[in-house]
Every structure is written in structure tokens, then in C-alpha cells.
């Protein structure tokens, strides 16, 4: 169906229906506008909930590792002070060494100290003046319950210095149980703050430690009134009360500050130990300023489409208008043919008999690179058909003379610059005023580009259909592999002298099950099923592992465990055809250092597992291309500054400086031709760098082997 413009409308008319289509279009976008805006800032809301909680699990474990360490000085100075006791024999010199080595190790530990029974300080490094804290909740908690524990005090001024603190403190036993004194020491809450301060969450990010017991503030930062000001209030809000009262110990909220009422996307977590409550607060004007920006920008790209829908709604009615006229004018003056097939986006040539080119429209100009002075009296087959061109299909020109008949088909022409294009020619014989055929009359279009997307679309419907028999199978494969294991498992039990079962059968046969096992050994029978079982094993992880990896990805990012996704990268690398025919995978040792302790990162599965198996790829074609002897590929995870960090080492040939350089160039690589496309790399870094806001790095020297690191953000920044 071809489209005309309607010359017969009113003008009114036209404008009425012009002016509804650009309205029309512009409430579009602007609903459209209005989603995306709506769909941004959710994305940066969960994405700061995400972050303030990961921050607080971050936090929740250093400070339960800081009181763990802090713990286990004071339970072995506590031990050797019971050890001398029980010795009858205490030697003032060996403990304060003990306190002073101890203070040396653990720099978290301010202020080792020991009591006697009455709570007068006997031991400290330097030693000070005796000071009693017999009046202290910590000593009368270790003085009247020989089972307490480790024990940790509530927020303190020091005796010493004044400063805020808190105690942690142990029990010291005598030979007989009786209490003998208390060994404590100090955690200034200025330790805290610091460690708060070293995290940059914006200039309004917000940190709190409360008690586990009765939510008294323990530290918080910033301190708006001076350190210590607000230690023990229990001003809460009404969101976090809500979460509490059902039970919740960790989870997100939005709620304003009691020290200056700015609205916060909270994260909170209750220690392991239930000791205390660790609060993480995002300012919502600093996470969504990047969003308002964008919000900003939408508007006036919104304003500006409105103004340039108005600008083009006047263009086209002019056009409209103009060619309404010229219309009008052509049907008077008989030119409406000639305009048309000027203004014909399609090539259009008109042939004499003889093949010389009689008309050549600006479209034939623009298709063929021939100017209309170049073309008007040249013979088409000299100009523009290159020798030992094939017409597919369609009538053969001399055809169009004989029977006086039109077709269409498709040929190779050549241009002004020597390229060869793929074009379809749709002819029509032209008559003149007597009805006798006078020429030809071809419409022509470039349909090379055309050509080359549907045998695109062709080999990705062909490599979407193989894909598709794969999975199937893969599926098929799994239902034989669950028969065989469950007969498998049952034929050991059909043998197995433990089942009444078996033994009832075998003596109303007369069969000794013992002899039959017997000789199941000697001929390694049982062997052989362990093996069989062993495969059924592997094979159904091989497809397992396969179909997990074949989904397709609908790209969007979830929180995942970062070593999960590198134990399913390496099954996957390890029953690649090219690794484990050609590179022998199962000859690399692959060495696991993983932190279990890493918080998830919102990731992309299947990028990320490509990006691994690139990495091992290009470390065993390394290692095996230079002959190492004991091929080794060392993977390491550890949290770093906010990230998580995934190092893969290999101990090949390694590359210089220069190469280094270069090796995430898009089309540069060092294997040989055919070996390698030189994108690897590249797309690996345009995943973690683009996709994931990370980044990829190497290292290497010349003869000691390569280092990639993959760097994820806990926040992942679009």
C-alpha cells in the first residue's frame, strides 16, 4: 500500500488532524517520560536501601571482630592470672608483660587492666596510681555471677582521662571458684566514631550504635552537639519502633533524624550476639540528587520535543501545503508524472529499446553515484551492470520487448565508485501515443543492506533453533541419566545383606548373599557400579551446568553470592570443548582463596560468568601455549574500600608493559591468526566497567605470569 498525500483535504481539516497527531505524540512522551522518571527514582531508592544495608553488615562485623579480638587478650591474661593463682606462686612481671605484649598485638585494646576481689586496680601498663571500680555495673556483674562471661558495659567516662568508653571484662577465678578479680579492657568510642567517619556516605550520611538492651544511643557520627552529647537517648522513630515490634532485626525505613529532622533511607542490623544495634542512614537529597538532575533534563528534553514537534507540525503542513498547490498545479499543466518521479525516494530509470538510458531520476543519482548528464544516453549495460552479472528471477530484459511484459528480479549493479550492489528492478514497458512499446520504465532499489540483515536474521533464527534442539535434548538426556542412577542405587540394594528383604529371598532360594558379595568384590563388580554412578553424576552436572548457563539473560541485576558464580564458572570452563580437548583443563590446578564472609553485589549472573570464563580461557591458552610445567591458576576474593574484589593469577609467560597497555583494545591480540578475535577482553571490560559501574585491571611482568582483577561496587552506580 503506498501512501499519497490527500490533495483533496481541506485545509482546516488537515490542520485539525495534523494538530491531533503531534498532541497525541506529545502526551506520549510525556507518559512515557513520566514512567521512566517513576521507574529512576525507585531504582535509586532500592539501590540506597541496598547500600545502607550492606554498609551496616560491614559494620556489624568489624566492630563483633573488634570486641572478638579484644575478648580473647582478656580471656588469656585471665587464664594465666588463674594459672599462677592456682600455682600459689604470682609473678607481677610475667603479667605485666603479658598486658604489655598484649597492647603491642592489638592496638584495638586501650587500657588492659586488672582487679583484686575489692575492685582496686592492681595491674596496668604504665601502672597508675590504684583507682577502684568496684562501683562499676561491669565488676559487680563479674563478682556476682561466676557464669557471665564475656561482659561489655554500657557507655563510661574514664577514671583516667575522662573519655568515653566502653569495657569489656572477664571473671578471674581462684583455685576454689571464689572470685579473684577482673581483667577489662577499654574500647574508646572515639575508635567507633573513626571508623564511621572513614566511610564516605555523602555530607549527610548518618551512623548510630545503639544498645541491643534498651536501644540507648552508644555512638553516633556525625555528633551535631559535640562527642558524646547524646550517649544513652532512646528518641526512636515511629518506623523503626513498627519493624521492631514485629519482630524485625534487620531491614530498611525512611525516617528523619532526631538531631536535624533531614529524611533518611535507614539500614539496620542486630548483632549476632545481640548486643547492640548498628544504624546506617542515607540522605535522600544526596542519593536522588543525580536523579533530579535527570529528572531535569527529561523536562526539557520533553519541552524541546514539544517545541520541535511544533516546528515540524508547521514544516510538514507548509510541505503539505505546497505540494497541494503544486498539485493542483501539475494536473493543470500535465507535470505531475515528471514531479513525482523526481521526488520518488526509488531509483527511476527509463530505457529505449536498445538499452540507452532516457530518464534518471535524483534517487538513481543517489543509488548508483551517476549524475543525469552522465547517465541520459549511455547504454545500462555499459554503465551500471558489471560483466557475468546473475538476474535472480524475473523476466530477462529482452523478454520485456518480446511479450510486451512487466517483472521484477533482482541483479548485481555496479556504482560510479566501483562497488558491487545488490539491487531489485521492478519493470514496466512505456507505450507511446499510438500504443507501440517505446521503452522501459524500471523502478530500482539498493537492497543491499536489506539483504544482508535477513542472512543476519537468518543465521541467528538457525543459531536460536539449534539452541533450542540443545536444550531439549539436554532435557531429554536427564530423564534416561534419572532412570539409570535410581536402578543404579537399587541394584546395590537388591545385594545389600542389611535388608530383610533381600535375606528372606536369598534363603527361600537357597542363595548365601555373603558368597554373592563376595564375588561381587573379586570381580570388582561393585567397583564398576561406583563407577557408573559416578558418570550418571557427572554427566547430569555437565547438563545441569549447561542449561543454566544456555538461558537466556534478561540482563537485570540481582544480589548474588560472588564465590557461587565462580565455582559455577569453572564446571562451565571445565567441560568446554577447547579447554578440555585442546588445553587439557583438568592438568590446571585451581587454587581457592575466597573470603565466605563477602556480602552479595547486585551482578548480572551470566556477564559475570562470562567474564570469569574468558579469564580462565585466556589463562590455561596462556600457560599451555609457553610449556609451564605445573600449570596453576590461583583465585582469590576479599572485600577492598567498598568492593569486591575477584583476582584470577595465572604463572605463564605474562606480557610486558607495551602489551599491557593495549590488551583491552577492541581487535588486539597476541595469539595467531584464527586463534583469537581480539574482543575478549574488550567486551569483558565493557561488563564490568559499563554494566556494572567496576572495573577490570591486569598485572603483569614479562616471564612471571598475568593478574586480572574484576573490582564490583556494594553500590552499584548506573
Given at each position: ?116 576481689s575489692i575492685g582496686e586496680v592492681i595491674y596496668s601498663v604504665p601502672m597508675r596510681p590504684r583507682v577502684s571500680v568496684a562501683d562499676r555495673d561491669y565488676f559487680k556483674t563479674c563478682r556476682d555471677n561466676p557464669t557471665a562471661g564475656l561482659v561489655v558495659s554500657k557507655p563510661l567516662i574514664a577514671r583516667y582521662d575522662n573519655s568515653w568508653i566502653i569495657i569489656v571484662a572477664r571473671r578471674i577465678n581462684g583455685p576454689d571458684g571464689s572470685f579473684a578479680g577482673v581483667v577489662f579492657g ?185 549524475s543525469r548528464e552522465e547517465a541520459v544516453g549511455t547504454s545500462a549495460r555499459e554503465l551500471i551492470i558489471p560483466a557475468g552479472a546473475q538476474i535472480q528471477g524475473g523476466p530477462d530484459w529482452q523478454e520485456l520487448f518480446r511479450d510486451q511484459s512487466g517483472g521484477t528480479g533482482v541483479i548485481e549493479n555496479i556504482t560510479k565508485d566501483n562497488r558491487i550492489i545488490l539491487c531489485e528492478w521492478t519493470n514496466s514497458p512505456s507505450y507511446d501515443s499510438e500504443g507501440r512499446m517505446n521503452g522501459v520504465i ?277
Amino acid at each position: 500500500m503506498t501512501f499519497l498525500p490527500d490533495f483533496k483535504m481541506t485545509t482546516k481539516r488537515f490542520i485539525i488532524f495534523l494538530t491531533a497527531g503531534i498532541t497525541g505524540l506529545n502526551l506520549c512522551i510525556i507518559g512515557l517520560s513520566c514512567t521512566s522518571i517513576a521507574k529512576s527514582k525507585a531504582q535509586y531508592t532500592e539501590k540506597a536501601a541496598i547500600t545502607a544495608q550492606n554498609l551496616a553488615q560491614v559494620f556489624e562485623q568489624n566492630l563483633s571482630g573488634t570486641i572478638s579480638k579484644i575478648d580473647i587478650v582478656i580471656l588469656g591474661l585471665a587464664h594465666e592470672i588463674e594459672r599462677q593463682l592456682a600455682a600459689k606462686a604470682i609473678d607481677s612481671a610475667e603479667i605485666a608483660a603479658h598486658i604489655t605484649l598484649a597492647a603491642a598485638n592489638f592496638p584495638e585494646i586501650q587500657g588492659l587492666r586488672v582487679t583484686n576481689s575489692i575492685g582496686e586496680v592492681i595491674y596496668s601498663v604504665p601502672m597508675r596510681p590504684r583507682v577502684s571500680v568496684a562501683d562499676r555495673d561491669y565488676f559487680k556483674t563479674c563478682r556476682d555471677n561466676p557464669t557471665a562471661g564475656l561482659v561489655v558495659s554500657k557507655p563510661l567516662i574514664a577514671r583516667y582521662d575522662n573519655s568515653w568508653i566502653i569495657i569489656v571484662a572477664r571473671r578471674i577465678n581462684g583455685p576454689d571458684g571464689s572470685f579473684a578479680g577482673v581483667v577489662f579492657g577499654r574500647l574508646p568510642l572515639e575508635t567507633i566514631s573513626r571508623l564511621f567517619s572513614s566511610v564516605n556516605v555523602g555530607k549527610f550520611g548518618y551512623f548510630a550504635l545503639r544498645d541491643g538492651a534498651d536501644l540507648g544511643l552508644v555512638c553516633r557520627y556525625p555528633e551535631p552537639e559535640g562527642f558524646g552529647s547524646a550517649i544513652g537517648h532512646k528518641n526512636m522513630s515511629s518506623e523503626f519502633t513498627a519493624l521492631l515490634n514485629k519482630g524485625e532485626t534487620i531491614g530498611t525505613y525512611d525516617a528523619p533524624a532526631s538531631s536535624d529532622k533531614r529524611v533518611r533511607t535507614w539500614g539496620y542490623r542486630k548483632f549476632k550476639n545481640n548486643r547492640y544495634y548498628i544504624f546506617v542512614g542515607l540522605a535522600k537529597d544526596e542519593y536522588l540528587a543525580q536523579w533530579r538532575r535527570e529528572t531535569v533534563k527529561t523536562c526539557l528534553f520533553i519541552g524541546l520535543f514539544f517545541l520541535g514537534s511544533t516546528i515540524a507540525g508547521r514544516v510538514i503542513f507548509l510541505g503539505w501545503y505546497g505540494n497541494k498547490i503544486a498539485h493542483d498545479l501539475l494536473r493543470d499543466n500535465g507535470e505531475s508524472l515528471r514531479l513525482y518521479i523526481e521526488r520518488l525516494p526509488l531509483a527511476s530509470i527509463k530505457f529505449g529499446p536498445d538499452f540507452v538510458i532516457q530518464s534518471w531520476n535524483p534517487a538513481a543519482e543517489n543509488v548508483f553515484g551517476f549524475s543525469r548528464e552522465e547517465a541520459v544516453g549511455t547504454s545500462a549495460r555499459e554503465l551500471i551492470i558489471p560483466a557475468g552479472a546473475q538476474i535472480q528471477g524475473g523476466p530477462d530484459w529482452q523478454e520485456l520487448f518480446r511479450d510486451q511484459s512487466g517483472g521484477t528480479g533482482v541483479i548485481e549493479n555496479i556504482t560510479k565508485d566501483n562497488r558491487i550492489i545488490l539491487c531489485e528492478w521492478t519493470n514496466s514497458p512505456s507505450y507511446d501515443s499510438e500504443g507501440r512499446m517505446n521503452g522501459v520504465i524500471s523502478v530500482v532499489q539498493d537492497i543491499t543492506g536489506r539483504k544482508k540483515t535477513e542472512d543476519m536474521m537468518v543465521r541467528n533464527e538457525k543459531m536460536a533453533t539449534i539452541a533450542g534442539m540443545a536444550a531439549g535434548m539436554a532435557h531429554e538426556v536427564n530423564n534416561p541419566l534419572g532412570v539409570i542412577a535410581q536402578d543404579l542405587q537399587n541394584l546395590e540394594r537388591r545385594f545389600s545383606n542389611n535388608l530383610p528383604a533381600n535375606c528372606s529371598v536369598a534363603e527361600e532360594l537357597g542363595v548365601d548373599l555373603n558368597l554373592i558379595n563376595r564375588y561381587m568384590e573379586r570381580r570388582e563388580i561393585h567397583r564398576y557400579v561406583s563407577n557408573m554412578k559416578t558418570a550418571v553424576k557427572r554427566a547430569s552436572v555437565i547438563i545441569s551446568s549447561m542449561l543454566q548457563f544456555s538461558r537466556q539473560s534478561d540482563a537485570s541485576h540481582h544480589l548474588l553470592d560472588v564465590n557461587d558464580i565462580i565455582e559455577q564458572s569453572i564446571k562451565l570452563a571445565a567441560n568446554d570443548y577447547d579447554l578440555r580437548k585442546k588445553y587439557d583443563f583438568k592438568r590446571i590446578q585451581v587454587v581457592r582463596e575466597y573470603d565466605t564472609n563477602l556480602p552479595k553485589v547486585s551482578v548480572c549472573l551470566t556477564e559475570i560468568q562470562q567474564v570469569v570464563i574468558n579469564l580462565l580461557k585466556n589463562a590455561a591458552q596462556a600457560m599451555f601455549g609457553a610449556d609451564t610445567e605445573k600449570p596453576t591458576i590461583l583465585i582469590r576474593t576479599f572485600l577492598d574500600n567498598g568492593h569486591v574484589v575477584v583476582s584470577i593469577r595465572d604463572y605463564g609467560p605474562g606480557m610486558s608493559e607495551a602489551i599491557s597497555r593495549r590488551i583491552f583494545d577492541p581487535f588486539f591480540t597476541t595469539k595467531e591468526v584464527g586463534d583469537g578475535t581480539g574482543l575478549g577482553l574488550s567486551v569483558s571490560h565493557t561488563i564490568i566497567a559499563r554494566n556494572h559501574g567496576g572495573q577490570l585491571t591486569v598485572e603483569s611482568v614479562s616471564g612471571q605470569g598475568c593478574c586480572f582483577s574484576v573490582s564490583l561496587p556494594l553500590i552499584h552506580k548506573e
